[in-house]
T-cell receptor
Framework: NAGVTQTPKFRILKIGQSMTLQCAQD?????MYWYRQDPGMGLKLIYY???????DKGEVPNGYNVSRSTTEDFPLRLELAAPSQTSVYFC??????????????FGPGTRLTVL | KNEVEQSPQNLTAQEGEFITINCSYS?????LHWLQQHPGGGIVSLFM???GKKKHGRLIATINIQEKHSSLHITASHPRDSAVYIC???????????????FGTGTLLAVQP
């Protein structure tokens, strides 16, 4: 199993550009998450999904959009990139058994810089 | 005040030392996670616990639900243990466990040979 994969590893965007961060998992996990990690701060939840077709906002959703058309994929879309979105983005997945708090598996991260 | 506080923020130890990293939280939780972030950035889950104590190799994690406190211990530390250790809690609300994890800012550990 490849686990959780993310592409690209690095990206530099200009203000106002858009892009999609890709995330895929091959563990048949129901739950998937997008986090951002800023220097000196804890990870913050952007969006999450409990299954195909179901997504919900986390703590810091503004400026981002997600979709979950398949169990495997959970892309994160930035429509109008802003310098405040410079961060490291992590995707994670979990099996997601109802009522059970289970282990999250993280992707390697995408380092995004908006200039 | 952050809902999840870790201490210390930075820790330097000599190889072989016993290390303790602390995590305190102020919200109701269903579980607490300890994660390790390597210098290259990858994040690995070490433990998930809701009560008592868990051990894996040289790592031990404990939690005291009444005191809202958890500790991560590393015995016989080694330079390869150098990493950022992150505490995260899964929030519990009136509906039960949520999908929301709140993360601490991490403890940067450097183990010198």
């Amino acid at each position: 199993n490849a686990g959780v994969t993310q592409t690209p590893k690095f990206r530099i965007l200009k203000i106002g550009q858009s892009m999609t961060l890709q995330c895929a998992q091959d563990m048949n996990h129901n739950y998937m998450y997008w986090y951002r990690q800023d220097p000196g701060m804890g990870l913050k939840l952007i969006y999450y999904s409990v299954g195909a077709g179901i997504t919900d906002k986390g703590e810091v959703p503004n400026g981002y959009n997600v979709s979950r058309s398949t169990t495997e994929d959970f892309p994160l879309r930035l429509e109008l990139a802003a310098p405040s979105q410079t961060s490291v983005y992590f995707c994670a997945s979990a099996l997601g058994v109802a009522g059970v708090s289970d282990t999250q598996y993280f992707g390697p991260g995408t380092r995004l810089t908006v200039l | 005040k952050n809902e999840v506080e870790q201490s210390p923020q930075n820790l330097t130890a000599q190889e072989g030392e016993f290390i303790t990293i602390n995590c305190s939280y102020s919200v109701g939780i269903s579980a607490l996670h300890w994660l390790q972030q390597h210098p290259g950035g990858g994040i690995v889950s070490l433990f998930m616990l809701s009560s008592g104590k868990k051990k894996h190799g040289r790592l031990i994690a404990t939690i005291n639900i009444q005191e809202k406190h958890s500790s991560l211990h590393i015995t016989a530390s080694h330079p390869r243990d150098s990493a950022v250790y992150i505490c995260a809690v899964r929030v519990m609300n009136y509906g039960g466990a949520t999908n929301k994890l709140i993360f601490g800012t991490g403890t940067l550990l450097a183990v010198q040979p």
